[in-house]
């Protein structure tokens, strides 16, 4: 096929130039190259495509043919090789983004208004989903996730700072339940979980050399960190989230902060994708505007 596409454009080329010469000038090539490729053309179809003379070449009443259904597909294709360039080079372009909910908050909305200011001639394309899918397979340019989520043979950019889980609950629900002082203690209360597509998350906590686990197996199970977050604040139950998730309600005091010396901090969220490799430039525009200042010359 890519043989066929060449020796049409060859074709093309000379028919429009009425010259050997021309069009191979035009192309780049040899004059003798560019009269095999159509006569290899002329062969394959059976069909004399330019008659020619010492003097002139033409397209023959089948060259005209065949010229007329060609000429708007090679210039279709010409123009998206142009544009494709461009996208390298320039930024511009529709980026496709795989994003976990928590990190479309904590990461993109601060950045969104700077970055489609700066870059307009580029749209993202963004699917937030805390499902754990291929990156490449769902035809994903890039993704934004917590680091340990991220498979080894991408390539990651620190786009946030460390992050700490917190178990949080309301006021009112500590009107009737005692607050709970250590993991073991959550056994008595109602204790609301997060579900990823792979099961319920479970609660980890680390207090020096101790390590803890805990499955919660309270009424109601999520997978919008934000309606879990909004059942907490109604006094429904206790619940783990991303600290800084809750911080206004923290700040306000509508949720209060329970066992932070059993909560540690973690590497928090990477931008990945799979090679460097030819790399647009709206990828690259997207990596300088997100990642965080200590790796910028990185």
């Not at 010259?19 to 053309?41: C, D, K, M, P, W």
């Not at 123009?79 to 928590?102: K, M, N």
């Amino acid at each position: 096929m890519r043989d066929e596409l060449q020796a049409l454009a060859a074709f093309a080329a000379v028919a429009e130039e009425r010259s050997f010469t021309r069009a191979a000038a035009r192309l780049r090539i040899s004059q003798s190259a560019l009269s095999h490729s159509v006569r290899g053309l002329e062969k394959r179809l059976g069909v004399q495509l330019l008659a020619r003379t010492t003097r002139s070449v033409a397209p023959t009443a089948a060259g005209e043919a065949v010229l007329r259904e060609v000429q708007p597909a090679l210039e279709r294709i010409a123009r998206s090789l142009t544009e494709a360039q461009q996208q390298r080079d320039r930024p511009a372009g529709r980026l496709r983004l795989l994003v976990s909910r928590s990190a479309a908050q904590v990461v993109l909305m601060p950045k969104l208004k700077e970055f489609t200011e700066a870059y307009p001639d580029i749209t993202l394309d963004i699917t937030t989903s805390n499902d754990r899918a291929e990156l490449v397979a769902g035809g994903y340019d890039a993704g934004i996730q917590i680091g340990e989520f991220i498979q080894r043979d991408m390539i990651a950019v620190r786009v946030s700072d460390d992050l700490r889980l917190a178990v949080v609950g309301s006021p009112s629900y500590f009107t009737t339940h005692s607050k709970p002082r250590t993991p073991r203690d959550l056994k008595d209360h109602i204790c609301l979980a997060f579900r990823f597509s792979t099961g319920i998350y479970r609660w980890e906590f680390e207090k020096g050399r101790r390590a803890i686990t805990f499955l919660p197996e309270g009424p109601l199970v999520f997978d919008d960190s934000d309606l879990l977050m909004q059942c907490v604040e109604r006094g429904v139950g206790i619940s783990m989230a991303m600290e800084t998730l809750a911080r206004e309600r923290l700040a306000d005091g509508r949720l209060v902060e329970l066992m932070r010396d059993w909560c540690p901090v973690f590497p928090g969220y990477f931008l990945y994708y799979p090679s460097r490799h030819n790399q647009p430039a709206a990828l690259t525009a997207l990596i300088r505007t997100l990642r965080m200042p200590s790796q910028v010359s990185a």
